[in-house]
């Protein structure tokens, strides 16, 4: 695909996602929820179901050819996942249930490291995802966290990213794409301070690995995190990514099988990478399926894509302005297709309702931002996340949602 997409390309893309076919509350299905969870294409859904129906079998311990032939897959899939972070060695692609549980595993791990007075940075803008577990660390810890300071119009403030990061700051994580604002952050600026001061980063790449190219080596990134579920493959299954020197280092997050190399009633010795870091029996559906989601991801540019979410993006923007009680939250000049926005006098649950009764799927809430909401002085926003699928009828569609809402209810 070249770096326009047509409108026959947004049709063919649609067309390998089933669940547009279905009308919902006698509607066609409107979906704007894909940052919660994009829909799945049909060969994600076929290779899961033919996985289950044909192929089933453990990994990793067999001796016989279903077991071969998922092992073979499994690890097929750790290196498709290693060529599209751009990670040097697959030793360093963790498989874990997802960004919750590759920032967990940091945490619990590469935490035990840290000592009392170090300083653990976040941004403002964290989802509860990547801000919980940092505060709990430091709780058991005795550390402190920083917030790097998010402006009114959601964009990081660069220089509270100077004075923020400092030479107590042992470990900066941070979100490449706010899942409410939209916010791309300036990841090479907070890295490269990250690096001055000797401080080791994490990437949460939830939102962004479906925005932007990913090389974790350009990015200079020492861990990162995303979920398979956001990026058309299955749920519960993600991925951690770290550089292969700290993961070498750190002690394992979780015990039992898989992770050994062997047991004595006297004690353990661990298995090498990545296998030291995975306890258990993996999610193999999981990771078949998301090798199957990348595939699916490859025949497009994805810059392409990014540009026609960004065009939809521009249309509802421009549309939601024109109603002069809606304001907008987030309004980086760089953003993902995300927009959120408050309605006056209108609860947002309430908004989301009259929106679902026209067969339109958004998101309204705290979307798990609870101290970023606080700050701005509300409780919650409804947000429409736009993805590859979407089209111009499903952005009219919102807003007529959105208007009639607002006849509705005020
Ligand atoms: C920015 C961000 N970080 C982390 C998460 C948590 O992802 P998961 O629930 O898949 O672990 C999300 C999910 O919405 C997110 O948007």
Redesign the pocket.
Known sequence: MDSHQTDSQTLEIRQQFPALRQKVRGRDLVYLDS??TTLKPQSVIDRISKFYSLETANVHRGAHYLSDAATDEFEKSREAIRIFLNASSIEEVIFT?????SINLVAESYGSFLNAGDEIVLTEME?H??MVAWQVLAQKKNCTVKYIAVLPNGEIDEASIESTITSKTKLVAF?G???ILGTLTPIKKIVSKARSVGAVTLL?A??YVSQKKVDVQALGVDFLAF?S??LFGPFGF?VLYGRKELLDKMPPYQSGGSMIHAVDFEGTTFNHLPFKFEAGTPHVEGAIGTLESLRFLQQYNISALFEHEQRLMKIAVDELKQIPEVRLIGEAREKAAIVSFVMEGVHHADLGQILDQQGVAIRVGHH?TQPLLKKLGITGTARASISIYNNENDISQFIDGVKKAKRMLL
């Open positions: 940052a919660a249930r997802g960004t919750t549980e989802h995802s990547n979100s794409c706010s899942n949460d939830a939102q979920s579920h956001k993600g798990c």
